[in-house]
């Protein structure tokens, strides 16, 4: 397979871009694997990729019932951070981000990520305070670009917010950190899918899982839409569609509901908006950004429904409509694009699952909220270290399916000034 460089690009420039490789092969499924990971979206890529890269596993397949990129993987707001403020979840995510800023050299593949900044803005006193608690608490433990912006300062670097007296969420400053920002989905996808079959990964598209075959407590076998396959070891990285796979492994119950979160974006427009900036306030949610293209990039709350839908609905239109003229008047006049949501698994305390399972060959990666896009490359590593160890890194011993009989909630389902309100 070619090598992305400077130089095969502009050869193949000159060569009327005739002589690109084929990105990832499409093989035939194999009667057996060693390991098989369902679902093909950023989790389950990474997680191939790692256990391929880091552990040396050379049997592997991912399983995806439609194509690679057409799930949530291509259905997000595309925000990378590492402002979180529990143990562990602060280790996992500045991994994640770390990762995120060699992505690019280390998969060969230009992931798009752009080191923005995030900006959390801030209303209240007790607001400020809440947050100067966490980003010290982020300084003091590995993260060393947390900083509280007072006023003056968001002024001069975000200058059109709506900064007004009578304004309805008025910016008292912002919690800030430099080194988060953007990257494109569909090409980190595409990414970890070249980079995973490079190391013999077989990518197994329009295959879906419709059944298991248990002996006793192993799962010996998936029944696909493409035939039959036996496995060693089973991985679950399935996004919405959890619980139903979850049934089809013989069990009923599981501490997750499949909701729907909504994403817009707007007509293309001269360069507006340099950062992510969020906020979360008087029961409202919201986080914009502007693409590379132009559009303005934003969203809101999940839909506190339970659904498998993955379109939208105008009530979150108006929701999201007000958010963005509230906090960024110049937008008034600004036309929607496109309008698309995601299904996602919410855990009943915002956090997710990286574990193994009452069966002893299956791993679960679940639950992920609003943070699925962000840890996807500390999520498929931290997750092939489970498979391929069979027992959880430090890091993610507490994201159990067994956390809620022992009481420990990791209630931080984002990491705003307020974590109940931001994603």
Same mark, same amino acid.
């Given at each position: 397979?070619? &090598?992305?460089?400077?130089?095969?690009?502009?050869?193949?420039? =000159?060569?009327?871009?005739?002589?690109?490789?084929?990105?990832?092969? #499409?093989?035939?499924?194999?009667?057996?694997?060693?390991?098989?990971?369902?679902?093909?979206?950023?989790?389950?890529?990474?997680?191939?990729?790692?256990? !391929?890269?880091?552990?040396?596993?050379?049997?592997? !397949?991912?399983?995806?019932?439609?194509?690679?990129?057409?799930?949530?993987?291509?259905?997000?707001?595309?925000?990378?951070?590492?402002?979180?403020?529990?143990?562990?979840?602060?280790?996992?995510?500045?991994?994640?981000?770390?990762?995120?800023?060699?992505?690019?050299?280390?998969?060969?593949?230009?992931?798009?990520?752009?080191?923005? +900044?995030?900006?959390?803005?801030?209303?209240?006193? !007790?607001?400020?305070?809440?947050?100067?608690?966490?980003?010290?608490?982020?300084?003091?433990?590995?993260?060393?670009?947390?900083?509280?912006?007072?006023?003056?300062?968001?002024?001069?670097?975000?200058?059109?917010?709506?900064?007004?007296?009578?304004?309805?969420?008025?910016?008292?400053?912002?919690?800030?950190?430099? &080194?988060?920002?953007?990257?494109?989905?569909?090409?980190?996808?595409?990414?970890?899918?070249?980079?995973?079959?490079? =190391?013999?990964?077989?990518?197994?598209?329009?295959?879906?899982?419709?059944?298991?075959?248990?002996?006793?407590? &192993?799962?010996?076998?998936?029944?696909?839409?493409?035939?039959?396959?036996?496995? %060693?070891?089973?991985?679950?990285?399935?996004?919405?569609?959890?619980?139903?796979?979850?049934?089809?492994? %013989?069990?009923?119950?599981?501490?997750?509901?499949?909701?729907?979160?909504?994403?817009?974006? +707007?007509?293309?427009?001269?360069?507006?908006?340099?950062?992510?900036?969020?906020?979360?306030?008087?029961?409202?949610?919201?986080?914009?950004?502007?693409?590379?293209?132009?559009?303005?990039?934003?969203?809101?709350?999940?839909?506190?429904?339970?659904?498998?839908?993955?379109?939208?609905?105008?009530?979150?239109?108006?929701?999201?409509?007000?958010?963005?003229?509230?906090?960024?008047?110049?937008? %008034?006049?600004? &036309?929607? =694009?496109?309008?698309?949501?995601?299904?996602?698994?919410?855990?009943?305390?915002?956090?997710?699952?990286?574990?193994?399972?009452?069966?002893?060959?299956?791993?679960?990666? !679940?639950?992920?909220?609003?943070?699925?896009?962000?840890?996807?490359?500390?999520?498929?590593?931290?997750?092939? #270290?489970?498979?391929?160890?069979?027992?959880?890194?430090?890091?993610?011993?507490?994201?159990?399916?067994?956390?809620?009989?022992?009481?420990?909630?990791?209630?931080?389902?984002?990491?705003?000034?307020?974590?109940?309100?931001?994603?």
């Amino acid at each position: 397979m070619t &090598r992305f460089s400077a130089w095969s690009v502009f050869r193949n420039g =000159l060569r009327g871009q005739q002589d690109w490789d084929r990105q990832w092969r #499409d093989p035939e499924p194999r009667p057996h694997y060693d390991i098989v990971i369902v679902g093909g979206g950023l989790h389950g890529l990474a997680t191939a990729y790692y256990l !391929a890269k880091n552990h040396a596993q050379k049997n592997i !397949a991912v399983v995806e019932k439609g194509w690679i990129g057409g799930g949530n993987a291509g259905r997000n707001t595309t925000i990378v951070r590492s402002n979180y403020f529990l143990r562990g979840n602060r280790q996992f995510y500045e991994h994640s981000l770390k990762l995120w800023e060699d992505l690019s050299h280390e998969l060969n593949y230009n992931v798009m990520f752009s080191q923005r +900044s995030h900006i959390s803005l801030l209303h209240s006193p !007790a607001a400020m305070d809440g947050a100067a608690r966490r980003y010290n608490i982020m300084r003091l433990t590995g993260t060393p670009d947390a900083e509280i912006w007072d006023l003056a300062t968001l002024k001069k670097n975000v200058p059109h917010l709506n900064y007004g007296s009578d304004a309805r969420f008025p910016i008292l400053g912002a919690a800030v950190q430099k &080194r988060a920002g953007t990257a494109r989905h569909d090409a980190v996808a595409w990414g970890y899918a070249r980079a995973a079959d490079q =190391l013999g990964v077989d990518i197994l598209q329009n295959c879906e899982v419709t059944g298991t075959s248990r002996e006793g407590n &192993r799962i010996t076998a998936l029944e696909t839409s493409r035939g039959r396959i036996t496995a %060693g070891k089973v991985g679950f990285a399935v996004a919405g569609n959890t619980s139903r796979l979850w049934q089809m492994a %013989g069990f009923s119950t599981l501490p997750i509901e499949s909701h729907k979160l909504q994403a817009f974006v +707007s007509e293309p427009l001269k360069p507006l908006l340099d950062q992510v900036v969020v906020f979360g306030v008087g029961g409202a949610h919201f986080y914009i950004s502007q693409s590379d293209k132009g559009g303005m990039v934003f969203g809101g709350d999940l839909d506190w429904y339970k659904s498998y839908a993955q379109r939208g609905n105008l009530p979150i239109v108006q929701d999201v409509a007000e958010c963005a003229v509230s906090i960024l008047p110049c937008l %008034g006049r600004v &036309r929607l =694009l496109r309008h698309w949501s995601g299904v996602m698994d919410m855990s009943m305390d915002g956090a997710p699952f990286i574990c193994k399972t009452p069966v002893s060959n299956l791993y679960l990666n !679940a639950g992920w909220n609003y943070g699925g896009f962000k840890a996807s490359p500390a999520s498929g590593w931290y997750f092939a #270290d489970l498979i391929a160890n069979d027992r959880p890194h430090e890091y993610i011993a507490n994201h159990n399916l067994e956390r809620f009989e022992r009481g420990i909630m990791l209630d931080e389902r984002g990491a705003g000034p307020d974590p109940k309100l931001h994603g």
